[in-house]
């Protein structure tokens, strides 16, 4: 493994209390403040650098994550994915951005920000799951947008998706605009042996990497990358436009510490958790249960199709100090990663095979719908969010114009977009989700006038 530039700084940092006459107010006093790690938790410094301005041991480490990942270079994030989107966006410096219509609401909120229209590409779906758009779906998409425009694709999705940005990236050189990839899912990809050109940095102008989500790196770590030296000035701006200025610098360290630890040990790391993952299909496939065919480390059983409730089996398996990433009324989600123990996913496998012999649980799934509920397009965007508008009851906001986003948390994509017509079907998927957004006291905001 390289040199850790700033884990290093951070661990050779052991002035006493009454020497810390800086941030952050904790002072790193133990006995006062007893949460672990404080003592790295410091501001910059003269031997700390700037990750606004980076000429030290920030700028050493970005670069060696750049080489990591192939990229021209590389700026670490410790406000999220969220933010290097809107950094991506920004530097694109576009009115328009041909996007899959599940793209995270950041996208949207980006768009909003930075006064650019989304042209919505709607996914396909299978077995319940949206899909990619295709590349042809790009092509059409970029034939009708004209100029002055890019395209922002996200790959993988939560469930393990990964798009055709091989195919995806020749249609936009041929139309000269630049691809964007929300990558937030996929970080680990790069060092995936067995997945060779899956990673977004193999085909992406510009593309996040949300760490924290699938490496060994703290939550909101993340990093955005860029292969065309053209937008680096771009991107700098951006950043310092949209992130904080108070970053955490052991989410930098840990930012630094995933990236040069998967470099070392990923390969075989991942290699041997796609085989944990194949052994855990088989067993479920003999309690009678499909898992969804994605392509990242992680499981996601589909018990609608068992007529099992997911949320009866995630309350038993919680029952047993097993927690899985999300539930959407036919799939849980069992989110993995490269860290994940040795055998971990057979062993989730069979447990669950031992809670589903429960004949209470047999016939307890709702029906749904076989795709995701989405609004209908109906106006612009942008026209949308400008425009007059009321809070109104989601039980009385079918066919109304939705003048926000709103949606179900996670996945955080939006089950209806300002300028879209909210049906009957949206508002009662967001009446009865457990964790939603854009609501006001269970209300939504509608357009009055355009």
């Not at 006493?16 to 949460?35: C, D, E, Q, V």
């Not at 092509?139 to 999705?157: E, K, R």
């Not at 795709?371 to 109906?378: F, T």
């Amino acid at each position: 493994m390289h040199k850790l530039h700033i884990y290093g700084a951070l661990k050779a940092y052991k002035t006493p209390p009454f020497a810390r006459f800086h941030m952050p107010g904790h002072k790193a006093n133990a006995r006062r403040f007893p949460f672990a790690g404080a003592a790295a938790d410091i501001t910059e410094l003269s031997f700390s650098d700037c990750l606004e301005a980076p000429d030290g041991i920030i700028a050493a480490a970005q670069s060696e994550i750049a080489h990591a990942l192939g990229a021209a270079f590389s700026h670490i994030l410790t406000d999220g994915s969220s933010c290097g989107v809107f950094a991506m966006l920004y530097a694109a410096h576009v009115r328009k951005v041909v996007a899959a219509r599940n793209s995270h609401k950041s996208v949207y909120h980006a768009c909003a920000v930075l006064g650019i229209e989304p042209i919505l590409l709607r996914n396909p779906c299978k077995d319940g799951v949206l899909l990619p758009p295709t590349a042809a779906d790009v092509a059409a998409a970029l034939q009708t947008a004209g100029n002055d425009c890019a395209v922002l694709l996200t790959s993988p999705d939560y469930f393990g998706n990964v798009a055709d940005l091989a195919g995806i990236r020749a249609v936009c050189e041929g139309f000269g605009v630049p691809l964007l990839v929300d990558g937030a899912h996929g970080a680990y990809l790069r060092f995936d042996a067995a997945a060779p050109g899956v990673y977004a940095g193999c085909h992406a102008d510009l593309w996040v990497d949300g760490s924290h989500k699938t490496m060994p790196t703290l939550t909101q770590g993340a990093l955005l990358n860029g292969r065309d030296a053209r937008f680096a000035a771009a991107v700098r701006e951006g950043l310092n436009i949209f992130r904080t200025t108070s970053p955490s610098y052991p989410i930098m360290a840990s930012v630094e510490y995933g990236v040069q630890y998967m470099a070392q040990r990923g390969a075989s790391l991942i290699a041997a958790r796609r085989k944990d993952l194949a052994r855990a299909r088989q067993i479920l496939q003999k309690f009678g249960l499909f898992a969804y065919d994605g392509q990242t480390l992680s499981l996601a059983v589909d018990f609608g199709r068992a007529g099992i409730a997911p949320r009866a089996v995630q309350r038993r398996l919680e029952a047993c100090g097993i927690y899985a990433e999300a539930e959407d009324g036919r799939y849980l989600l069992f989110y993995g990663s490269p860290l994940l123990p040795q055998g971990a996913f057979a062993r989730l496998a069979r447990r669950i095979g031992r809670i589903v012999r429960d004949p209470a649980l047999q016939g307890t799934a709702e029906l749904r719908a076989e795709e995701p509920v989405y609004g209908q397009p109906a106006y612009g965007y942008a026209a949308a969010l400008g425009a007059k508008r009321a809070l109104v009851p989601l039980a009385e906001s079918a066919g109304r114009i939705a003048a926000c986003n709103a949606g179900i948390t996670p996945p955080c994509c939006p089950s209806v977009v300002a300028g879209e017509r909210i049906t009957a079907e949206v508002a009662a998927a967001l009446a009865q989700a457990e964790h939603v957004f854009g609501l006001q006291d269970g209300k939504i905001a509608v357009v009055l006038e355009l």
